[in-house]
């Protein structure tokens, strides 16, 4: 029996586009609340927003380049818990 992954794809394209939506929607307002309920550098604080996803993309690759490079990848694929098969086949 052959499994079609086109409905897992779908849901995940679905489930990143609301996870986009609502980052776009909480932005401004993150801004707005740390410049304003600040007491002291206000310009630093301004382009936090803007700084806090590419740094937390750097962060991110930072760490799975680390785990990626101390583990092999069965050794990888048995802690995350999934099979080669099925991660090849989700893709």
Same mark, same amino acid.
């Given at each position: $029996?052959?499994? *079609?992954? %086109?409905?897992?794809?779908? &849901?995940?394209? +679905? ?6 939506? /609502?980052? /776009?929607?909480?932005?401004?307002? #993150?801004?707005? $609340? #740390?410049?304003?309920? #600040? ?7 301004r382009p936090a927003g803007?700084?806090? +996803?590419?740094?937390? &993309?750097? &962060?991110? %690759? ?8 101390? $583990?092999?990848? +069965?050794?990888l694929y048995a802690w #995350?818990?999934? *099979?080669?098969?099925?991660?090849? *086949?989700?893709?």
């Open positions: $029996m052959k499994r *079609s992954a %086109t409905g897992p794809r779908i &849901l995940l394209i +679905a489930c990143r586009l609301v996870q986009g939506f /609502g980052l /776009g929607g909480e932005w401004g307002g #993150a801004v707005l $609340m #740390a410049v304003e309920h #600040a007491r002291r550098r206000r310009g630093f604080l803007r700084r806090s +996803a590419p740094l937390g &993309l750097v &962060l991110g %690759t930072l760490v799975f380049s680390i785990v990626s490079s101390l $583990m092999t990848d +069965a050794e #995350a818990g999934v *099979s080669r098969s099925c991660s090849a *086949s989700c893709w």
